[in-house]
């Protein structure tokens, strides 16, 4: 079977690279398997300061494997939730490099970086509601980053939205022109990798202290939410329509 997510350390920055190309980094089962692994290799390694989340191609994540889905989600959203909170509850920093679009579950991810820098060109996009469903898992690490206004628009009318709006809602960290994206995240892994590993551990466990408590509280209620829309009628003919266009 083909890695689907690749792990490398060089010095304290451990990269993690997303390279599903076939379905533009859809959080497959295998996938999101391999990304919860490879975080937790990189979070429990002593010389690792950083870890720096990207893809291999264009398009950073499409969204649910809507080919999986399509068949029945059982256990696939309660295992996006241990991703989520592994990123979460790590001891090292996650930094997301977002060079390409995001849709959808993608977003979680997003969410549930410490920091992320995008390019300007780059559009995010929840279309969970044209789809019969609600972005319930991706919400625990989303809303808490939203404001409330944002997010009521971007969940209610699936609207594609640019980087610069995406930052504005409180979700992105940092917008550059694409040219200087690898500098920015070059920089911003730096600035981090000069913090001590108790420094960082203690520091990112007090900035995300109540959103790993709201992720353990709700995250049970929203992998079961989540699992019950993907498996309705509505849901099911939605996603089917999708794959035939």
């Known amino acids: 079977m083909t890695e689907l997510v690749h792990l490398s350390t060089d010095d304290a920055v451990a990269t993690i690279t997303l390279d599903s190309p076939h379905n533009r980094n859809a959080l497959s089962r295998q996938l999101v398997t391999e990304l919860t692994a490879h975080l937790e290799t990189a979070d429990v390694d002593p010389a690792v300061r950083v870890i720096r989340l990207r893809s291999a191609h264009r398009v950073f994540c499409a969204g649910a494997d809507l080919s999986e889905a399509a068949q029945g989600q059982s256990g696939a959203t309660a295992a996006l939730v241990a991703m989520l909170r592994r990123i979460v509850a790590a001891d090292t920093p996650v930094v997301v490099e977002l060079a390409g679009p995001v849709v959808a579950?993608?977003?979680?991810?997003?969410?549930?970086?410490?920091?992320?820098?995008?390019?300007?060109d780059v559009t995010v996009q929840l279309t969970e509601v044209r789809l019969g469903l609600a972005p319930a898992v991706i919400s625990l690490t989303l809303l808490p980053r939203l404001t409330s206004r944002a997010a009521s628009e971007l969940f209610l009318s699936g609207r594609r939205i640019s980087a610069a709006e995406a930052a504005a809602a409180g979700f992105i960290s940092r917008v550059v022109a694409p040219k200087d994206v690898l500098v920015e995240v070059?920089?911003?892994?730096?600035?981090?990798?000069?913090?001590?590993?108790?420094?960082?551990?203690?520091?990112?466990?007090?900035?995300?202290?109540?959103?790993?408590?709201?992720?353990?509280?709700?995250?049970?209620?929203?992998?079961?939410?989540?699992?019950?829309?993907?498996?309705?009628?509505?849901?099911?003919?939605?996603?089917?329509?999708?794959?035939?266009?």
């Open 105 to 120: 579950g993608g977003l979680g991810i997003v969410g549930a970086a410490d920091i992320v820098v995008a390019s300007d």
């Open 186 to 245: 070059d920089s911003v892994v730096a600035d981090l990798a000069r913090g001590t590993a108790q420094g960082l551990r203690e520091t990112k466990r007090l900035l995300n202290r109540n959103l790993l408590a709201h992720i353990d509280a709700e995250g049970g209620d929203m992998a079961e939410l989540s699992e019950r829309l993907f498996n309705s009628d509505e849901a099911k003919a939605a996603m089917r329509a999708f794959l035939k266009r």
